[in-house]
């Protein structure tokens, strides 16, 4: 079993910026890749960005792809997602999700991102 928790959701300015990380324990050597999603209020979640653990690669969504910024660490299981020039827009809970090999995904409880305009 892998166990996703999120931290570092807070209520920020527009233009400002925030860190937030996910921890992951169990079963880490398991986990192929680690990303983030978000919810908005009143619409479906989607995904922001996304690492693979082995190469490091990433993918962004198109709207965040030149303010976010997400790495992760080997050895602490950890995946940080690195927010700058925050829009209001941007305000979601924000999901930690692990992709693992045979197993479906795991999702971590969310931590909440609201940035006041």
């Known amino acids: 079993q892998v166990h996703l928790v999120e931290s570092g959701g807070a209520l920020v300015q527009a233009g400002g910026s925030l860190r937030l990380s996910c921890a992951a324990s169990?079963?880490?050597?398991?986990?192929?890749?680690l990303a983030w999603y978000r919810q908005p209020p009143g619409k479906q979640r989607e995904l922001v960005a996304r690492?693979?653990?082995?190469?490091?690669?990433?993918y962004y969504q198109a709207s965040v792809k030149d303010r976010f910024a997400i790495s992760r660490d080997n050895a602490k299981s950890t995946a940080d997602l690195q927010m700058n020039n925050l829009k209001s827009e941007d305000t979601a809970v924000y999901y930690c999700?692990?992709?693992?090999?045979?197993?479906?995904?795991?999702w971590g409880q969310g931590t909440q991102v609201t940035v006041s305009s």
């Open positions: 169990g079963n880490t050597f398991s986990i192929i890749a």
């Open positions: 690492i693979f653990m082995s190469s490091g690669d990433t």
């Open positions: 999700q692990a992709i693992l090999g045979r197993d479906p995904p795991k």
